[in-house]
């Protein structure tokens, strides 16, 4: 009996892995696999982690990124430009830019993309409170850094009719980001060079 209920216990954990991005059933297994066989040097300080990302970490307010504080600490930083705001699809974007150090100005996570395909709109997307910032007369750019895919495309086009009225440079990424490419898998130089170059949209 004992042996079915640590199977069903091991077998939960496998799906749960298995929901995450990048990890299929069998990536899952070895993962989960792991973990067990490793409990006290991966697996106590991976559950304590967790219990206090799950406590500690919230949605930035302003931006939509994600910290430990409110606003989060990119938007409270004062050696940022505020008159820049780069919007991204996801949190993920605003990692790889940072690291890329291409940004010096505020974020803004939409939280994906419009898709028709997926039943997405503006109103699933963070773009009301984005029109508000910029209508911010401290705001002077606004940089869509999207994903060169057909639903980043769609949102670029989007959002540039929406800033229409707002006063204010709206601008894109250089083509140094790969149509089909995602920010989060680029190198930094390729990131650094594309948000050099940006240009008027």
Sequence with gaps: MSKRVAGSEIERVIQLLAKLPGLGPRSARRAALY????????LEPLTAALADAREKVTVCGLCGNVDTCDPCTICADLRRDASVICVVEEVGDVWALERATAVNGRYHVLGGTLSALEGRGPE???????????????????????????????????????????????????HGVPVGGELDYLDEGTLAAAMKARRPF
């Design 35 to 42: 973990l067990v066989q490793n409990r006290s040097k991966v």
């Design 124 to 174: 699933d997307l963070n773009i009301s409170s984005l029109i508000s910032r910029a209508g911010d007369t401290a705001t002077k750019e606004v940089i869509i850094a999207v994903n060169a895919t057909v639903d980043g495309q769609t949102t670029a086009h989007y959002l540039t009719d929406q800033l229409t009225g707002c006063n204010v440079q709206v601008s894109r990424l250089a």
